[in-house]
């Protein structure tokens, strides 16, 4: 099998062109950037392009599955910024009052196609499954006032909700730097033709998540449980996957992702019965990994665990009887600084949840 890896250096306006087709696998972590990051990711770009006249911006790597003469890409890492990126282009295709201007910037987030070169219309990049449609609807198609006026308490994911969040950071920038439209098109040009990323190319899976896990031991800002996510389900057969991709983004979305590698962290000192020594990646792998399949972790373990977590770190424990007490008691529990006590509460409410007084007892 070829493992042959490339690496090149390219402008955003060949990232975002048609060489590319971005596709976020189904068991990759949502879209996760806060109102945080994409504000000071706009703010550096801002402040190098004011100060930096000539000099060249680097704003990393992604590393994706592809081969030399195909567009089709599947993103393993880079999608944080991808995303955040296209949000960016939204916004600033949204400030041109010049027709032209803002077609050509709404280009560089939908390939409009060429019937004689043989590309299709189509998105530049494709998010999982749960968001594309809601990101294609709002972002891609620069529907940026509809995105604003949508309730939040209505999207499903954390994902769209960072989407419409990331969106109106960008927007109030893009507002308050560039009233005058020829100072935006020069700040277009600096970022299309002076911002760089690399672009870590590998023909095959395997290949792929090696350079990935690499990266993150030096320091890519990931969670445990993204490398856990990308190696368990990467290795399910290919009709499976997309089935335990919505499992385990449905734990996630309810537990949030902190609270979801918390959960991790209790099901390690579960299997392991002791405190932890080393990082939770790490000890994940030796103690939970070796021990079960990726369908059984998620079906056996991660799911009731999670359910349990749940209801013992917000008291929602339900219960015919007795729930008010243990609730009770569990609100207590939880103004401890110490959380030793949640690894076995939450293996016992996992075997003995509908036993509720046992529970209390």
Same mark, same amino acid.
């Given at each position: 099998?070829?493992?042959? &890896? ?8 060949? %990232? ?7 596709? %976020?696998?189904?068991? #990759?972590?949502?879209?996760?950037? @806060? ?6 990711? =706009?703010?550096? $770009? ?18 994706? &599955? ?6 089709? +890409?599947?993103? %393993? ?41 043989? &590309? ?5 990049? =494709?998010?999982?499954?749960?968001? /594309? ?29 960072? %989407? /419409? *969040?990331?969106?109106? !950071? ?6 308050? *730097? ?12 600096? $970022? ?7 672009? !870590? ?12 896990? !690499?990266? *993150? ?18 290795? $399910? ?7 335990? @991709? ?49 369908? !059984? ?13 749940? #209801? ?6 339900? +219960? ?6 243990? *609730? ?34």
């Amino acid at each position: 099998m070829d493992s042959k &890896i490339t690496g090149k250096e390219y402008p955003l306006i060949k %990232i975002f062109s048609s060489d590319f087709e971005y596709h %976020i696998p189904e068991y #990759q972590r949502p879209y996760a950037w @806060t109102e945080e990051e994409t504000g000071i990711l =706009f703010d550096d $770009l801002y402040e190098f392009y004011q100060k930096e006249p000539t000099d060249n911006y680097f704003l990393g790597s992604i590393v994706l &599955i592809k081969n030399d003469t195909a567009r089709y +890409a599947e993103v %393993i890492d880079g999608q944080q910024r991808l995303t955040t990126l296209s949000i960016l282009f939204a916004a600033m295709a949204e400030r041109f009052s010049d027709n032209d201007d803002r077609a050509e910037c709404i280009g560089y987030l939908q390939e409009k196609g060429s019937k004689l070169a043989g &590309i299709k219309a189509r998105p530049r990049l =494709f998010l999982r499954e749960w968001d /594309q449609g809601f990101f294609n609807q709002y972002i891609q198609n620069v529907k940026l006032d509809d995105l604003d006026k949508v309730n939040p308490v209505t999207l499903d994911t954390e994902s769209k909700r960072h %989407i /419409q *969040n990331n969106c109106k !950071v960008l927007r109030e920038r893009f507002q308050e *730097n560039f009233s005058d439209e020829d100072a935006l098109l020069d700040f277009s040009i600096f $970022l299309l033709n002076r911002c760089y990323m690399v672009a !870590v190319s590998t023909p095959n899976q395997e290949s792929a998540f090696r350079v990935f896990s !690499v990266m *993150n031991s030096r320091g890519l800002d990931l969670l445990p449980t993204d490398i856990i996510k990308s190696e368990t389900i990467g290795k $399910l057969p290919a009709g499976e996957r997309a089935a335990y @991709t919505k499992k385990w983004e449905q734990m996630e979305n309810e537990t949030g992702r902190e609270g979801f590698n918390e959960v991790f962290t209790h099901t390690r000192t579960i299997f392991a019965k002791e405190r932890p020594k080393k990082n939770l990646l790490a000890e994940f792998r030796e103690y939970v990994i070796k021990e079960v399949d990726g369908k !059984v972790l998620i079906d056996e373990y991660l799911g009731p665990y999670a359910e349990a977590y749940e #209801q013992l770190k917000n008291g929602t424990y339900a +219960a015919i009887q007795c729930a008010g007490e243990i *609730n009770y008691m569990l609100y207590w529990l939880n103004k401890t600084k110490n959380y030793d006590w949640m690894p076995p509460a939450i293996q016992f409410i996992s075997k003995y949840g509908n036993d509720p007084a046992y529970v209390l007892w």
